[in-house]
């Protein structure tokens, strides 16, 4: 499970990213170089062109070439030019240097070569001289070229992804579904499909031995509670016809009458913990037979009417408010355990002169009770034996027996203290 | 000829009922067949599934109690090979199995009823007059106890022919106290007996007192003897 502000990710998506990162940070860290590499090609190119420009000059022109003629060749030839002599340039110079553009009317960068020439004995100078490419226009290009390629990088590894996903990892999604409609208890092993994938046929191997091993703990364990149970059904009986006929005796004294009551106190309890404990074992199997539809309504009215006398025991006031022909489909024995367990939970835990507030809306039920003045612990409430109140002659098992019906059905079952009423809230549309 | 099914209350001298026990625990057949002997019913008891089919070929029962798991067998089959008899005695399971199943296919199969172990012998002995009462009542359905007349299928209740307007609850614990009378009823067993199947459910048996104040209160008010005693608050009784 993953927190709050960290969902969970998938797989492959996890190694996508991985994918995706790097492929990201190899194009980027590679754009300097292939700046740098391309620049030089460049350069180099421009630079070859430029000496061959010269040689061209040298061999068709020069030769024939005059003095007079030198104003007119500059006049035509914007890129070949014949200047004065610089100093010291004794041998050809290549360098980049910016120039005015007077069309762009912008500085434009240049690679130039500058060469000694001579003409009628007079030594001139010869600039040949070629446009570069701009940094911005190299940088932009190659930003460019890289964008395109990521986009097809990572549209590439997302297809793949995909793909992968589909096939390679079928075997294990079958098996995650399977496993997620599992439940121990009231579904069928699940029987997983063969995959050729030895990892997925390892762990489906491995989880069906453990299923195997859960189910045949959880049956033997079901059975003991129902063996149990009813073997302790017999020496209760014995127990129950024993104390029946003690009480019969002739001149029993007020201390053995008290005596046996409270033993007949006892035996009740017992009674009661025995009845629990079968009914816990057996809601699994009761749930699947007899669904019918249930009048909500009807069976709060019936059930509370035979509360009513325990209520009054206590001075409890009861507030009903339940809506009409509210239906829900479910075993009619489980349904009338659930609402009188909960009825029962609201007048046990209650105090002299309290209240419980019942209210019944489309697929909500709501039992609200007075009692302690604190709200009771929810991770302790659903446990069986988990007595919150000693006072309380509970055997801590109503509330697990609500809490078990209600997982079977999948009705959310909620607790809160709410306006100093202990309530629970079950919502019946299946979550 | 009818028989009472609460034998000696109205003084004549009748026949004991007879009744079959069909028990493996001997331990909770001997208290049950003690408990029964002292209200005039004689009970037969067995402890196997061929005994007790030797019994109900070779003899008539008022009532039989029949416990299903046995040492050799089954009890539904006594059921069963009542029925192919043809027989027509009131049986009453009396079984550790309390599963809607088990219990529908012993109503079926011709149960009169059907009692979880452990129950109190009292509502046992409640069962059984009710099961005779159905079976052998025709017409006549009359108690009459000096000052009191019961009305068993009417379920009224006149004092010295006065009409005393008895709520049900109050009417079954009347009934369950005249027909285990004599006897110390606890507190729990009325509880039981009044709650039917919720009783398991509650634990607060104080509900029984109010009963009885009020029926008491109504009894006293129509100016009939005092029969109930409480004992030390443990129970009460019928006492004649």
């Known amino acids: 499970m993953g927190s709050i502000n960290k969902q969970p990710q998938k797989l492959l998506h996890q190694t996508l990213r991985g994918y995706v990162g790097f492929a990201g940070l190899l194009l980027l860290l590679s754009i300097p170089f292939a700046y740098f590499l391309m620049q030089k090609l460049h350069v180099d190119d421009i630079d070859e062109a430029l000496i061959l ?26 890129d070949i030019k014949l200047i004065d002599t610089l100093q010291n340039l004794t041998k050809d110079s290549l360098l980049q240097q910016p120039f005015h553009d007077e069309l762009d009317n912008e500085i434009e960068p240049y690679r130039v070569l500058y060469s000694p ?12 001289r070629q446009n570069l ?26 297809g793949l992804t995909q793909y992968f996903s589909r096939q390679l990892w079928k075997g294990f999604y079958d098996t995650l579904q399977q496993l997620e409609t599992f ?92 009845k629990n404990l079968l009914l816990l074992s057996k809601i699994d199997k009761l749930s699947f037979q007899n669904l019918e539809n249930i009048n909500l309504k009807t069976l709060i009215e019936k ?15 009861l507030e009903i408010d339940v809506l009409e022909n509210v239906e829900i489909k479910t075993n009619h024995i ?32 709501q039992i609200g009770n007075t009692g302690q003045p604190f709200p009771l612990p929810e991770n302790k409430l659903f446990r069986r034996f988990a007595k919150i109140d000693s006072s309380t002659q509970g055997n801590g098992l109503g509330l697990a027996i609500i809490k078990k019906i209600a997982d079977l059905y999948r009705w959310s079952i909620t607790y809160v203290m709410k306006n100093n009423l202990h309530t629970f809230t079950i919502n019946f549309n299946k979550s | 000829m009818l028989r009472w099914y609460f034998s000696a209350i109205d003084n004549q001298k009748l026949p004991p009922m007879k009744l079959l026990l069909i028990e493996d625990e001997n331990n909770l057949a001997k208290d049950i067949s003690t408990y029964l002997s002292s209200s005039n019913i004689h009970c037969e008891w067995v402890n196997t599934l061929n005994l007790a089919l030797e019994k109900i070929s070779a003899y008539e029962y008022d009532c039989i109690l029949l416990d299903l798991t046995l040492p050799d067998g089954n009890g539904i089959t006594i059921l069963k090979e009542l029925k192919k008899q043809q027989k027509n005695e009131g049986i009453i ?37 009710a099961v005779i009462r159905r079976k052998q009542f025709a017409g006549n359905n009359r108690l009459i106890i000096n000052e009191l007349e019961i009305d068993l299928l009417a379920k009224t209740l006149k004092v010295n022919q006065k009409n005393i307007d008895l709520t049900k609850k109050e009417f079954d614990l009347l009934l369950y106290l005249i027909g285990n009378k004599n006897r110390v009823l606890p507190k729990s067993s009325l509880a039981e007996h009044l709650s039917g199947d919720m009783a398991d459910m509650l634990d607060n048996h104080d509900f029984v007192y109010a009963h009885i104040k009020n029926l008491k209160k109504k009894l006293s008010q129509a100016g009939a003897k005092d029969y109930i005693k409480t004992i030390y608050g443990t129970g009460y009784k019928w006492e004649v």
């Not at chain 1, 040689?55 to 030198?70: R, V």
């Not at chain 1, 003991?224 to 059904?233: G, T």
């Not at chain 1, 659930?338 to 029962?344: A, E, G, Q, R």
């Open chain 1, 53 to 78: 420009r010269k040689k061209e000059f040298q061999a068709y022109h020069l030769p024939n070439f005059t003095l007079g003629e030198i104003p007119q060749w500059n006049k035509y030839n914007r």
């Open chain 2, 93 to 129: 399971i009396i079984s550790a199995k309390d599963t809607l199943e088990s219990r529908l296919e012993g109503l079926q199969l011709g149960a009169d009823d059907y009692l979880t172990k452990p129950f109190h012998i009292a509502e046992l002995l409640a069962r059984v007059h």
């Open chain 1, 303 to 317: 059930q509370v009417s035979f509360f009513e006398e325990q209520a009054l025991q206590k001075n409890i006031r």
């Open chain 1, 183 to 274: 439940e121990l208890g009231k579904t069928d092993a699940p029987t997983f499909e063969e995959t050729h994938i030895q990892e997925f046929e390892r762990l489906n191997s491995v989880l069906q031995h453990l299923i195997q091993k859960s189910i045949a703990v959880f049956e033997s364990q079901q059975e003991f509670i129902e063996n149990a149970s009813h073997e302790l059904q017999t020496p209760l009986a014995v127990l129950q016809a024993k104390l029946d006929t003690f009480l019969q005796m002739p001149d029993l004294s007020q201390a053995q009458m008290q005596a046996l009551d409270s033993l007949y106190d006892l035996l009740a309890r017992l009674n009661r913990l025995n």
């Open chain 1, 334 to 365: 489980l349904i009338e355990i659930f609402v009188s367990n909960l009825l029962l939970n609201a007048i046990r835990h209650n105090h002299k002169n309290g209240l419980i507030s019942i209210s019944l809306k489309q697929n909500e039920l």
């Open chain 1, 117 to 128: 020439i001579r003409i009628e004995q007079k030594t001139f100078t010869l600039l040949v």
């Open chain 1, 133 to 158: 490419i701009e940094n911005e226009d190299l940088i932009f290009n190659i930003l460019g070229l890289y964008a395109g390629l990521l986009v097809l990088l990572l549209a590439g590894l997302f």
